[in-house]
């Protein structure tokens, strides 16, 4: 662990090293962004950087600065960091690229990062190949290029992997005030978790905005949001990288349903952290939390003065989980007041014109929707383009948007259907009453329901991953008999080493029986699984067809009300990723999945059971009795402790199906894939 981040982040001195353009950039931004402590260019030979005075070496500088921008090549930048954690500065952004990752072209680049490292001690850098870091509250840019922000009172913090995307972030007009932009680069010292947390300290950050393609410390990210929790901050991630790395265990469906980045997306839900899929969702949904944090509830009003608008907004929600509840007795009662009898009242409104201009009617109309049942209200208004027409005449909707808003302590929203019609200055007018400014209706219902989600249990620390060498599939029978001495239901069962000992066994496990070739990980696409076999002859008949050398004799489990699948796969990005799926012969083509980290609650298991398309199964269908609901958590506990106990060199676990009876939870099938 480094030193503390706080000086380099928020520097009362800084020091550039380095004469050229990015450098002069460097002085030049924090110059213009009227930085008021003490900024030193260092230059062995200049005698003036952009009007200040120069200092040839660090070792002049008048005392040791809280932050320096390195701007000079790679081997310089080792003697320089090492030069500045002697004298005891705050911290150091280096700019310069070709350490790590340059490693493929060059050998001796993952020795110089090492060096980096090395030379810098407890001292904190951000990078390499790193664009730094800007302070918009303190006007402190450590930033070797243009930006489009601002300075501010309070506002988000962003962190993000890629410096160009940092650059764009700044430049976007949608009213969401940005506290900080940083940028992690290589990651050698600082990741993202620690830079993250050191900017959430900061009381005037409202939430964190994470942009990242990979979470290299599992520990740090749950510290990072533990302490997040703690201070009461939301944090977004827009995860990038929909890796293979869980696809690499390639035998089971659990490995097909697991792969991509459900193991991002299970670490993220179960940290309470917020995932978007895109860039205007990202911000969207930092404007909402930066106003009030998450909603409480699902439920949205809806109004717009078009019939348009409001089935517009009524369809936009249909795929997501968000609702427009119908207007309570008391909202119809107060709406018909401030309307009158020529509207017909619903959830969408449409309000209509004709009360537009008259403010105190609007607020009326505008107050009367809001409802303690609701999570925000949404006031659908896109403003004239102001080249080619008068804004003007748009004021009295925001002057009754922020009235209204006032006067019931309800959330709202004002809502651009089309992005580019939300004003910059009416966003920012806007979001000082409180206001959220959304720029288009996809994005904001998205952020709504982004914002409205639930995150599974956050209590017990993560299993962190163990990678398998080598690993190898255990013969079924084995495999199973491994898994009950954990506590999962298995069939009573014989094997067999040739067709000698088929007969005996097969009366020993009684009918109807089930047949199935050793060794085989698909057993039904290789032909080598035989169902409800009736009698001794069937059985020998059935084994005659089977191309293997084994065999496993299975008592036939019938009264099943429905079939689930329960994986584990060992992802090394993000620990064992826990999948519970439809099970049977089409699980790849159901699809129908939802993936937990483990360890898990059996509330969340529950949850997740419940997510899954097939959940009405669980409860009787059409007449049909309901599963055993405990048997089906008693065998996902059972599994669990498997790979608790046992997670060194584990690969993956499949269980499909796991046969659902009302009084019973029962393995027909079990893959298992370990080393020694």
């Not at 952004?93 to 070709?98: L, M, R």
């Not at 620690?194 to 740090?220: K, M, S, Y």
């Not at 059409?622 to 089906?632: L, N, S, T, Y």
Request: aromatic fraction near 4%.
């Amino acid at each position: 662990m480094t030193g503390d981040l706080g000086r380099l982040l928020r520097p009362r001195s800084i020091a550039v090293v380095g004469g050229g353009a990015w450098c002069r950039q460097v002085v030049r931004q924090s110059a213009k962004m009227g930085f008021g402590g003490d900024i030193w260019p260092v230059h062995p030979t200049a005698t003036e950087i952009e009007g200040l005075p120069a200092f040839a070496s660090v070792d002049a500088l008048p005392h040791a600065p809280d932050a320096t921008f390195i701007g000079v090549n790679r081997n310089l930048t080792i003697d320089i960091v090492a030069a500045l954690s002697v004298m005891g500065a705050g911290g150091a952004v280096c700019f310069a690229s070709g350490f790590l990752e340059a490693q493929a072209e060059d050998a001796g680049a993952a020795d110089l990062q090492t060096q980096l490292l090395a030379a810098a001690g407890d001292m904190p850098i951000l990078g390499p190949n790193c664009y730094g870091v800007i302070n918009y509250l303190d006007g402190a840019l450590l930033w070797p290029d243009q930006h489009g922000g601002q300075r501010c009172a309070r506002g988000v913090a962003l962190v993000l992997q890629s410096s160009n995307i940092a650059i764009n972030m700044t430049m976007q007009k949608r009213g969401l005030p940005v506290a900080y932009v940083a940028t992690a680069g290589n990651q050698a010292q600082c990741g993202v978790s620690e830079i993250g947390q050191a900017l959430l300290e900061d009381p005037r950050v409202t939430a964190l905005g994470l942009h990242i393609e990979g979470i290299g410390d599992l520990r740090a990210f749950e510290t990072l949001a533990e302490r997040a929790r703690a201070l009461g901050k939301e944090v977004v991630v827009l995860k990038m990288g929909r890796s293979d790395q869980a696809q690499k265990a390639a035998l089971s469906h659990t490995a097909s349903l697991a792969g991509g980045d459900a193991g991002a997306a299970a670490l993220l839900d179960r940290l309470g952290m917020l995932r978007v899929h895109d860039l205007t969702t990202f911000l969207e949904t930092l404007k909402l939390l930066h106003v009030g944090g998450r909603l409480t509830q699902k439920t949205l009003g809806s109004i717009s003065c078009s019939g348009g608008e409001a089935s517009l907004a009524a369809d936009s929600v249909v795929d997501r989980d968000l609702v427009f509840p119908p207007l309570t007795p008391r909202q119809k009662s107060d709406l018909r007041a401030a309307l009158g009898p020529l509207v017909a009242l619903a959830n969408p409104l449409d309000y209509h014109t004709y009360i537009w201009r008259d403010v105190p009617a609007m607020t009326a109309a505008f107050a009367a929707m809001a409802d303690p049942g609701l999570g925000m209200v949404l006031l659908i208004a896109d403003f004239p383009r102001p080249d080619r027409c008068d804004p003007a005449d748009w004021d009295c909707a925001i002057a009754a948007t922020i009235a209204a808003a006032a006067q019931t302590g309800a959330r709202y929203g004002m809502v651009a259907s089309l992005p580019e019609l939300m004003p910059e200055d009416v966003a920012a007018r806007l979001m000082d009453a409180g206001v959220v400014p959304f720029c288009g209706l996809e994005e904001a219902l998205e952020a709504c329901a982004i914002a409205a989600r639930v995150s599974s249990d956050t209590a017990a620390p993560l299993l962190l991953p163990a990678p398998a060498n080598d690993p190898q599939l255990i013969a079924e029978a084995e495999a199973k008999a491994i898994l009950a001495n954990h506590g999962l239901r298995v069939p009573r069962a014989a094997r067999c080493a040739d067709m000698a000992e088929v007969a005996a066994a097969s009366e020993g496990v009684g009918f109807p029986q089930v047949l199935k070739g050793e060794g085989v990980a698909h057993k039904t696409e290789a032909g080598a699984v035989r169902l409800n076999l009736s009698s001794v002859g069937q059985t020998m008949e059935a084994a005659k067809t089977m191309a293997t050398q084994g065999y496993l004799i299975e008592e036939m489990i019938t009264g099943g009300v429905v079939e689930l699948l329960i994986g584990v796969v060992c992802d090394p990005a993000h620990g064992f990723v826990l999948t519970l799926a439809a099970g049977g012969t089409l699980t790849e083509i159901w699809q129908d999945s939802a993936s937990l980290l483990i360890p898990a609650t059996d509330a969340s298991v529950e949850t997740a059971l419940r997510s899954l398309r097939t959940a009405p199964l669980l409860d009787g269908h059409r007449g049909a009795p309901p599963a055993d609901i405990p048997a089906i958590l008693r065998a996902v506990r059972a599994v669990q402790d498997y790979v608790l106990a046992h997670a060194c060199g584990l690969a993956e676990i499949e269980i499909n199906p796991l046969i659902c009876t009302k009084s019973d939870a029962i393995a027909a099938d079990a893959l298992l894939r370990r080393s020694e």
